[in-house]
């Protein structure tokens, strides 16, 4: 029996977990074993509800602080700095848990979402990996370097000395050893989902962006009368007291509340408001409502641009705040700021609601999102799989090397 690995590394929350999932459905009829190895096993284990899979903790890297310049995410390179990868010390600890991980599980393939320690170990171990996830996750590789995210940071790292690092680990094993830092993440196949107006590689994106696993909703006109729908966790400071004032709008609540904070949902429930207990699909839930209140993941983001709705964003993290960005630009959506009482936050809210603006310049962008054609990447995922498992389309077993790696290790 073959055997795939998912791997989720870095990032927060159902984002990652979710796409993973969904891929791995589409191989429930190959007779694939299905392994994951999952940042986190809470939303690893609500997302593959349903989904016969071994559920394994994926390497944790240990507490990180760069003692030196810096300025902020400019680039992937950076991202991968903060988190210690320019450390040899923690990224040999890395790469070698998840070698242990690999050995133990012995996939045929690697589904890789966000996992650079990851890309590493497969290429130490030599296995072929599908490499997924969104576009701030998968930074264009036909450069001879990283290409920036912004143009007035530097990076914090020089990236010759991020490669060093990394080709130290790999000449340990006696392993190939990347020549530039670029080499770790030109895998097999990589699988890109987003949209233009929300790639912040956009400038160099020469790949195709393709269709997130998850269905998008279908544009059709918002419900004249205000309705709202709230996606979001315990990391957002002050929840309580935004769904105390959500309640005195009087308008119609639908929510999915995250983590530790789904307790709070007896409470919209009490008040008559609709409550999901799992994540909702968002092609079902956004056409029923007129706005969208969340955290401003990508997949939520995009959802929210293919169905018309405005957006109203609390980001808790780089990347959220770059997708919330983005929506501003396209007058779509909108950044809720820090507030001072319960009064300034009940302006905040009603002046997103009564925005026509927002809505208009919302439905402009789903009619856009909506003539555009975009390759279908949960079939271009699981075909890249299968190709890696040397099966055709319909998980039967065919000539091996279908595809090529981008380089030879």
Not at 138 to 151: C, F, H, N
Not at 217 to 234: H, Q, S
Not at 280 to 308: E, I, Q, R
Request: glycine fraction near 8%.
């Amino acid at each position: 029996m073959k055997s795939v690995l998912f791997g989720w590394e870095l990032g927060a929350n159902l984002g990652h977990a979710k796409p993973l999932a969904s891929i791995a459905n589409q191989l429930r009829g190959d007779g694939v074993r299905i392994v994951v190895a999952a940042r986190d096993l809470l939303y690893a284990r609500v997302a593959f509800a349903g989904i016969e899979a071994q559920l394994l903790q994926a390497p944790i890297w240990p507490d990180h602080r760069h003692f030196g310049s810096d300025t902020g995410e400019g680039s992937y390179l950076d991202i991968l700095v903060n988190i210690g990868f320019a450390d040899r010390a923690k990224l040999a600890a890395v790469v070698a848990g998840w070698i242990a991980l690999l050995d133990l599980a012995e996939p045929d393939a690697i589904v890789a979402d966000h996992s650079p320690g990851l890309l590493l170990a497969a290429r130490i171990r030599d296995i072929p990996v599908v490499q997924v996830g969104s576009g701030y996750t998968m930074p264009p590789v036909e450069y001879d370097r990283l290409p920036p995210i912004r143009a007035d940071r530097a990076a914090i790292v020089p990236e010759s000395r991020v490669a060093s690092v990394a080709a130290g680990v790999a000449a340990a094993y006696g392993a190939w050893a990347p020549q530039s830092l670029l080499d770790i993440f030109r895998t097999r196949a990589r699988i890109v989902f987003g949209c233009p107006e929300l790639d912040v590689y956009a400038p160099f994106r020469r790949e195709p962006l393709c269709l997130p696993p998850e269905p998008l909703p279908e544009f059709i006109a918002a419900p004249v009368e205000p309705r709202l729908f709230v996606y979001l966790g315990p990391d957002v400071p002050g929840i309580d007291q935004l769904l105390q004032v959500l309640t005195e709008l009087n308008i119609p609540l639908e929510a999915y509340l995250r983590g530790e904070a789904a307790p709070l949902g007896q409470f919209l429930t009490l008040r008559g408001h609709r409550v999901h207990d799992t994540p909702p699909a968002l092609a079902d839930v956004l056409p029923n409502v007129s706005h969208v209140l969340s955290a401003g993941g990508v997949f939520t983001c995009h959802a929210a641009l293919a169905a018309g709705r405005p957006l109203l964003g609390l980001p808790q993290h780089g990347e959220a705040l770059l997708n919330i960005t983005a929506l501003e630009k396209l007058g779509s959506g909108r950044r809720l700021e820090p507030w001072s009482d319960e009064k300034a936050l009940r302006n905040a809210l009603l002046a997103f609601l009564r925005d026509h603006t927002l809505l208009r310049q919302a439905q402009h962008w789903a009619k856009v999102l909506g003539a555009r054609h975009q390759p279908d990447g949960l079939q271009a995922a699981a075909g890249a799989i299968r190709q890696c498992l040397g099966m055709s389309a319909t998980g039967s077993a065919t000539a091996a090397g279908a595809m090529a790696p981008q380089t030879n290790p």
